[in-house]
């Protein structure tokens, strides 16, 4: 009736935008990430007949509104599949990052991999893990690839049998090297989703969205990191267009974002392989190798921001009881 989960948060490099339904958080398109590590979320769930009613607590604090109504859904869909009694009980989650939130770093995808994750074996859930990416995704979209970890494509559909994640192998996991750029600009995700197909340019980012993705898919197959990361560096500029003609004007980036644009950019004249790819938020992605992580992050560090450096992380996981949260 209790369990602890760990996942970690994704970057998203063919990245979806908008969605079909709200409610099931069904996107338009596929969309391709990699998980990034050791950053992550750790969620502790249970089961409690004693308890009046479920409670949900992120970072310490209680969630209310619009983020429980979130969680809830989570939890409602576990309930639906779930046969075990226990299950029907309230339930008590908790969950705690290791990195910044709300900044463009992909939080809510590690968070409600974490629950969907601990839930489910909470409830004595026997599923895949793809399975389990259609009960994140009622949380957050993105936290499906989250669950499947690595390289990982979410199939767009109208059903959970089509709408799920599946890892994607690559020789290019070993060797990859993140050095996040933070760009403390608090960023909101939800509003920009829902704007997304009342932009002008959200009918052209359709129209070129399945070639980026096949490109992609190749392209880790192969190993080709310029490929995989160049197409990502674009989808990063096409994602922005999109959100910035919208009805609201979403602008994200802030000046320290341009200017690691403009780093990495002098880097790959020089001959350094090293892109840049941003989500909806100010933060940079910045993609090398390890051979050069350390040059690239002096460089980005040298923009005035903090840095972490990253590799490629698994899927979600079930952790030992001693690891629990409470």
């Known amino acids: 009736m209790k369990a602890t989960a760990k996942a970690h948060p994704i970057q998203g490099l063919v990245k979806y935008h908008g969605m079909r339904d709200e409610q099931l958080r069904l996107p338009y398109h596929d969309?391709?990430?990699?998980?990034t590590a050791p950053s992550h979320t750790k969620t502790t769930v249970e089961f409690?007949?004693?308890?009046?009613?479920d409670t949900f607590v992120v970072g310490g604090e209680q969630l209310a509104d619009?983020?429980?109504?979130?969680?809830?859904?989570?939890?409602?869909?576990?309930?639906e599949l779930a046969e075990a009694d226990h299950a029907d009980y309230p339930?008590?989650?908790?969950?705690?990052?290791?990195?910044?939130?709300?900044?463009?770093?992909?939080?809510?995808?590690?968070?409600?991999?974490a629950a969907a994750r601990a839930l489910a074996e909470a409830?004595?859930?026997?599923?895949?893990?793809?399975?389990?990416?259609?009960?994140?995704?009622?949380?957050?979209?993105?936290?499906?690839?989250?669950?499947?970890?690595?390289?990982?494509?979410?199939?767009?559909?109208l059903n959970d049998e089509d709408c799920r994640s599946e890892r994607l192998d690559s020789p290019l996991e070993d060797d990859l090297r993140i050095v996040a750029g933070l760009v403390p600009a608090y960023k909101e995700t939800e509003h920009a989703h829902r704007e997304a197909a009342d932009s002008h340019m959200f009918e052209a980012r359709l129209?070129?969205?399945?070639?980026?993705?096949?490109?992609?898919?190749?392209?880790?197959?192969?190993?080709?990191f310029d490929r995989v990361f160049e197409t990502a560096e674009h989808d990063s500029l096409s994602l922005a267009a999109t959100t910035m003609t919208g009805p609201s004007g979403w602008v994200y980036w802030k000046p320290e974002t341009i200017e690691i644009f403009?780093?990495?950019r002098e880097l790959r004249e020089e001959g350094v392989p090293v892109y840049f790819s941003t989500d909806t938020g100010a933060s940079v992605y910045v993609n090398t190798t390890a051979d050069h992580v350390d040059r690239v992050e002096d460089v980005v560090a040298d923009c005035g921001v903090e840095t972490m450096v990253w590799e490629a992380g698994g899927p979600a996981e079930i952790l030992p009881e001693d690891d629990a949260l409470f």
Request: charged share 25%.
């Open 91 to 113: 339930v008590r989650l908790e969950s705690e990052n290791s990195f910044p939130s709300n900044v463009g770093l992909g939080s809510s995808s590690s968070g409600f991999a």
């Open 207 to 224: 129209a070129h969205i399945h070639d980026q993705l096949a490109t992609v898919r190749d392209a880790l197959r192969a190993g080709d």
């Open 48 to 53: 409690d007949p004693d308890l009046d009613g």
């Open 262 to 264: 403009d780093a990495v």
């Open 123 to 157: 409830a004595d859930l026997d599923l895949t893990l793809p399975e389990i990416s259609t009960i994140a995704r009622r949380g957050s979209s993105s936290a499906a690839r989250a669950v499947t970890g690595g390289f990982s494509d979410l199939h767009a559909g």
């Open 66 to 79: 619009h983020e429980a109504d979130r969680v809830a859904s989570v939890v409602a869909r576990v309930r």
């Open 31 to 35: 969309s391709i990430s990699v998980c």
